[in-house]
């Protein structure tokens, strides 16, 4: 780090500068402080990102005046006044700082003799050594003359050498590296950027992620990146689509864009011309990251990228969409041709009508819907039950395939539910409630109004029932003119409930065919009775066929269809162990504990603030009053 830092290198609201212990911030203020002894000095005012790493909001009490001055606005306490000669501007990227990243060939083992310098303690309290084998065979791999791709992540690289062509000899030594991963660095100025990428002609891969390079402005990115396919700018303070379009004109090989955590809301009025043509720009384009970019609308927003035509992966993750909306154009629907796969996590869809248009997505085959509205009230089990049912194309939910049985299953599943709602107001259940809370609604095509709601509501539900005709129980469709009413039984499926508990392990498992309304308690009681596992100490977990990992079954209320159990489904029982499980409760009460006093500290802090802008407010009006 350099002994003073230039003010004339300090730009507010671009710069980025660390600390020793590796805080990052933005310098939004360069001059002198109201608060110090000496006027003239020059500080660096610090916003840091970490909102609990300063002390203050830019504001301070002023020397000569005894009142608040602000210098700059941060949060309360996120703040800092730095002496240029603590201000860490970063370092230059050069040969040397790539080559510090690896181990040269002929550098001292870290494990002579395949041995570590270090041991492992037994049960008994014996050392046991810790073999290494493979050293030198992984080291030689790792050399920057061999390796395609190299990371530079958080090592604070703010700009490139200063006289790039005096190490134009050395970096060319580099030329054969394809990827380049420059995350959690201090960029921040698009012209040093470029510079950078330039010195490696033949990347293919870059991520500036974390890099708070924001837009573009007057910075022309040229056409020297026709290698580039990979491109990520994750959380770089992007906020103009403008910016996105122009990256798409330098990169038009690009096939991977992220732009994650990034304010792309002004794509809704983006002005695709004819030389703005998204399609056009991104024409190779096959994956796309808009997480957490302030999207809300479906039709203003994510329509915007229907003709991308090679697009076959959209996550908009954490945008706060609340229907996939469809638009006419040309009397044919509009849609993506070739996306294959969309991931709407913490989005705000609440039904699942909301989800419907999906469908007219023909290519679609994945889905990923995590912590919505929707998902968070219903059950694991039920959610994946319901879409795989509503929504036909489906090959994966939630990364997870959907078998051809579990399919069936869920549709007739489906079939069976919506069926249940349809007899009921078929036989006046329904209606009659309703009457009841409005005696003056008018009952004359409340059943036909009912049901046509029903079939809205499940578009595919028909088709559904015409699949599984031969299969299920005779239906009663409403609006087909017939007057029987079908009944459906209730669902069993075979399960195998198998003791995973040390006393009882090597028992032969239950083998049982079960109603999918069966509660995990009756569960619970059944295993204790068998397999001699105390109710309290039991937990329960339950995995299909060919799936490795078990989904828990944490709550005694709820049924197996709610948690989805499958036929074929197997059930194990473990039996908690005590100890650690005091030892866990003491962990968390200590996490808990820590916590509090953080954040009683940080009420403090705050407490302190304002009773001293209350007592220096009061001061200054004092002073004001014996003037007059």
């Known amino acids: 780090m350099p002994a003073v830092t230039a003010p004339s290198t300090l730009r507010p609201n671009i710069t980025r500068v660390r600390d020793t212990s590796g805080f990052v911030g933005t310098v939004l203020y360069v001059g002198p402080v109201a608060s110090a002894k000496s006027q003239t000095e020059i500080y660096a005012g610090i916003a840091w990102d970490d909102v609990t790493r300063g002390k203050h909001d830019g504001s301070v009490i002023s020397k000569a005046t005894n009142q608040i001055v602000r210098h700059f606005k941060c949060g309360p306490t996120q703040g800092s006044f730095l002496k240029l000669s603590k201000v860490d501007v970063g370092v230059e990227l050069t040969p040397q700082l790539m080559r510090s990243r690896y181990v040269r060939p002929d550098a001292a083992l870290i494990a002579p003799g395949n041995l570590l310098p270090h041991v492992a303690l037994t049960s008994s309290g014996r050392e046991k050594p810790i073999e290494f084998y493979g050293e030198v065979k992984l080291r030689n791999r790792q050399q920057l003359e061999v390796v395609e791709d190299i990371s530079l992540r958080m090592l604070g690289i703010s700009k490139p050498p200063p006289d790039v062509t005096s190490v134009l000899e050395e970096i060319a030594e580099f030329n054969h590296l394809r990827g380049i991963d420059l995350a959690g660095n201090l960029l921040s100025d698009w012209e040093d950027v470029l510079k950078i ?171 990923r819907l995590r912590n919505t509205p929707l998902t968070n009230t219903l059950g694991v089990g039920e959610v994946r039950s319901t879409a795989i049912a509503r929504l036909p194309n489906l090959e994966y939910f939630n990364a997870s395939p959907i078998t051809d049985r579990e399919r069936v299953e869920a549709e007739r599943r489906y079939v069976s539910t919506v069926s249940r ?88 498992p239950l083998r049982k065919r079960l109603p999918r309304s069966l509660k995990v308690g009756r569960i619970k009681t059944m295993c204790a009775k068998y397999f001699r596992v105390d109710i309290d100490l039991q937990m329960l977990h339950f995995r299909a066929e060919d799936d490795p990992f078990p989904s828990e079954l944490d709550d005694a209320e709820h049924s197996l269809f709610y948690y989805g159990v499958n036929d074929g489904a197997e059930i194990l029982v473990n039996e908690i162990d005590v100890e650690a499980l005091e030892r866990e409760k003491a962990r968390q009460l200590e996490d808990h504990s820590r916590r509090v006093k953080e954040q009683e500290q940080h009420v403090t802090v705050l407490q302190s603030m304002k009773k001293n802008d209350q007592r220096i407010n009061a001061l200054a009006t004092e002073m004001a009053q014996n003037r007059v």
């Open 197 to 367: 990428l330039r010195l490696f002609p033949n990347l293919q891969t870059i991520s500036l992620a974390s890099n708070r390079v924001n837009d573009l402005g007057s910075v022309s990115l040229g056409t020297s990146f026709l290698n580039v396919k990979s491109l990520n700018l994750n959380n770089c303070n992007i906020e103009s689509f403008q910016t996105i379009a122009s990256i798409g004109a330098a990169m038009p090989y690009l096939e991977e864009l992220c732009v994650a955590h990034c304010n792309l809301a002004d794509i809704e009025s983006f002005d695709a011309s004819s030389e703005n043509q998204l399609e056009i720009l991104f024409k190779n384009l096959l994956l796309l990251d808009l997480s957490n970019c302030q999207l809300t609308s479906w039709q203003r927003h994510i329509m915007k990228l229907q003709n991308l035509p090679r697009l076959e992966s959209l996550i908009v993750n954490d945008n706060p969409i609340h229907c996939i909306e469809g638009v006419i154009e040309g009397g044919q629907p509009a849609d993506f041709p070739y996306l294959t796969s969309l991931q709407l996590a913490g989005t705000k869809i609440s039904t699942w009508t909301a989800l419907d248009q999906t469908n007219r997505i023909p290519s679609l085959r994945s889905l």
């Open 421 to 508: 709602e349809l007899l009921l107001i078929s036989s006046g259940v329904i209606l009659a409630a309703e009457r009841d809370t409005d005696v003056e609604g008018s009952a004359g095509n409340d059943d036909s109004a009912k049901q046509a709601q029903m079939f809205a509501k499940h578009p595919q539900f028909q088709l559904l029932v015409e699949k599984h005709k031969d299969t299920m129980l005779s239906l009663s469709i409403a609006g087909n003119g017939s007057t029987n009413q079908g009944s459906i039984g209730e669902e069993i499926i075979n399960v195998t409930i198998r003791s995973m508990a040390a006393a009882s392990c090597d028992m032969e």
